[in-house]
């Protein structure tokens, strides 16, 4: 079987062609870079997205939040779903924990902006 996709892996978005057999990826082609191969190899056996949203704080403010790594793609409304239920007391700053092991992912929801 073949899939054609997107590399999402910079703004050149290279158009990749994908042979998978048994849900794995034995060729790819159109890549420009390593990071291409990659991310169609783990895009046919195990996709993964980074999750930016915000999370509310204390003081009703919201602060801008995103996952420390990749989430499984079938685990990012269970992650959404942990901020939303989750709030941060205020002053925060870039790089602080808001909510450790999102939904037991063994992610880490991180602050992206100092917010007072
Ligand atoms: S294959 Fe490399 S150059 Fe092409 S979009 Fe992906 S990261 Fe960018």
């Not at 793609?73 to 941060?88: E, G, H, L, Q």
């Amino acid at each position: 079987m073949t899939r054609n996709m997107i590399c999402i892996g910079c703004p050149m978005g290279c158009e990749l062609t994908v042979e998978v057999e048994d849900g794995k990826a034995v060729s790819v082609t159109g890549n420009t870079c390593g990071v291409g191969k990659k991310y169609a190899e783990t895009e046919v056996s195990a996709p993964t997205r980074m999750v930016t949203t915000t999370i509310m704080s204390d003081s009703g403010k919201p602060v801008p939040v995103k996952t420390g790594t990749a989430v499984p793609k079938d685990r990012i409304f269970d992650v959404v779903k942990a901020v939303k239920s989750a709030s941060v007391k205020l002053p925060v700053k870039i790089g602080d924990i808001a909510v450790s092991d999102a939904a037991g992912t063994g992610v880490d929801v991180i602050v992206t902006k100092d917010t007072e």
